[in-house]
């Protein structure tokens, strides 16, 4: 088609600075190759890191109690927390511990930053020192790795690549079956892999794709999950305040930047050239960093905390024989000579409100039941009438054994005095820990006890060790006057 005449065909506009560090501006892909800073914070993290990659391996294997450290079992709605198991029941109790997390982590983020982010999250964790030195062993340095990328396709690339990939596809496979491990255990899991895949077509789809989702993360998606899909990254500036301990560069100290050598700094001393800041300007803090920020630019959104830069600088400054410090943990208004306040009026509110929430947990959870009883009328007549003129209920109770131990338990009729109680089945009940079962019980009164249409009944459920439970549950009849 041609154009009309004086216009020209619309062309990309490009924007002079780049829209995120990972990306163009034309939106293309920057594919990162940070380099491998070790120091002081990299050692901690590292041995932070395989605490939780082996915490996270472990947790689905070790028993407490007879369960599973961490159990999820939506199936039958039981979830197993280091001996602690809470049942449908328990929602509240849940809903209290979660936000109790929340709000613990908005304090972490308030005082220390995005400290979860650079030490573990399991983004991070993973990516940083589990699938990077991999591919560092297999593919070489950074710039080695990137020459080769940037290069034309040769057998030697390939090789390298297949095997990358194979090593990324395995770990993503048992990180994938560790997962799925959390909410049906490892002894079903394996038991299920010996199966055809036919059998139990759901766990192999989940399961396949939770593979997937994995390695395309590690192995394609990476920093992009910081730096554009995680929300926590975007919600940062409500948690942080100018007191909040942040990864920080000193331009007070830094400034004015410069090459440095020691003819330059002959001429320092001589007063030829005016005096410079420690900052050499070698952005060793930019080719660590595993998002590709510039630390110096102020506090971003990309920055993960991960203190790759701080390693970076301090090795620098120790060349230089300068006190490290240049980029160090630190707050805004310590960079401006005010002092850093840890208790101010956001952090105690937080504290007092994770104080009161993990206190109503405990004291839920101490106070709650062995056992759950739940009293429904079965589906049907409200109730009905005998040849003798006595009124039935036909109820069901529900009940859980929330105990360690397998116990049983019977029915006895409470008030009125006149009741009497069938039930559907044989007696004793057995329950194992943990078991729920549904009991039919037909609830049998005189005409004459109904003054109204309803009365209040009281059910004995004797337990086989001891307790005995009297819950009260409304009768339904014909009004006798």
């Not at 293309?28 to 993290?45: A, D, I, L, S, V």
């Not at 030490?119 to 593919?139: G, K, M, S």
């Not at 009281?458 to 307790?467: A, L, Q």
Request: hydrophobic share 45%.
């Amino acid at each position: 088609m041609l154009e009309p005449p004086g216009r020209s065909a619309p062309s990309v506009l490009h924007s002079p600075e780049d829209v995120l560090t990972t990306l163009s501006s034309d939106g293309k892909r920057r594919w990162m190759y940070p380099t491998e800073t070790k120091g002081r914070y990299h050692f901690r993290r590292k041995i932070l890191a395989w605490v939780l990659i082996v915490l996270y391996l472990a947790l689905p294997i070790i028993p407490i109690k007879g369960m599973p450290a961490v159990m999820l079992d939506f199936v039958h709605r039981e979830f197993s927390l280091f001996g602690l198991i809470f049942y449908p029941t328990d929602t509240l109790l849940m809903m209290i511990f979660m936000v109790g997390i929340l709000l613990t982590v908005v304090l972490v983020t308030a005082l220390l930053g995005r400290v979860w982010c650079g030490w573990a999250c399991p983004q991070t964790v993973y990516l940083e020192f589990l699938f990077r030195p991999i591919e560092r062993f297999i593919e070489g340095p950074e710039h080695v790795r990137k020459r080769r990328n940037e290069g034309p396709n040769t057998a030697d690339k390939f090789v390298r690549k297949g095997i990358k990939q194979g090593v990324f596809l395995v770990i993503a496979i048992l990180l994938s079956h560790t997962f799925i491990a959390y909410f049906v255990s490892w002894s079903t899991l394996i038991e299920w892999l010996q199966r055809p895949p036919a059998e139990n077509w759901g766990f192999f789809l989940l399961t396949s794709l939770v593979t997937g989702l994995v390695w395309f993360d590690f192995a394609y998606f990476r920093e992009q999950m910081c730096t554009i899909a995680c929300p926590y990254a975007r919600m940062q500036s409500i948690m942080l305040d100018r007191d909040s301990m942040i990864v920080s560069y000193d331009p007070n100290r830094g400034e004015p930047r410069g090459k440095f050598s020691k003819k330059i700094a002959n001429q320092i001393e001589q007063g030829v050239l005016p005096a410079q800041g420690d900052c050499i300007d070698c952005f060793a803090c930019v080719r660590t960093c595993p998002t590709g920020i510039d630390i110096r630019d102020g506090l971003q959104m990309e920055c993960v905390a991960c203190t790759q830069c701080v390693d970076a600088c301090d090795h620098i400054m120790d060349n230089l024989e300068k006190p490290r410090g240049l980029i160090r943990y630190t707050s805004e208004n310590q960079l401006e000579g005010i002092k850093t306040n840890i208790i101010r009026p956001r952090s105690v509110i937080y504290l007092t409100l994770i104080i009161l929430i993990f206190s109503a947990f405990t004291l839920t959870l101490t106070s709650r039941d062995a056992f759950d009883v739940n009293i429904g009328r079965v589906v049907g007549e409200p109730f009905s009438e005998l040849q003798d003129g006595r009124i039935t209920n036909r109820l069901r109770f529900r009940v859980r054994n929330q105990t360690a131990d397998p116990l049983e338990f019977d029915f006895a009729p409470g008030t009125p005095s006149s009741m009497v109680m069938r039930v559907v089945g044989a007696a004793p009940v057995s329950l194992e820990p943990g078991e729920i079962k549904r009991i039919e019980v037909w609830v049998i009164v005189p005409r004459e006890v109904f003054s109204e249409t309803s009365i209040d009944a009281s059910f004995k459920i004797s337990f086989s060790d001891g307790t005995v439970l009297e819950p009260v549950y409304t009768l339904l009849g014909p009004n006798s006057n």
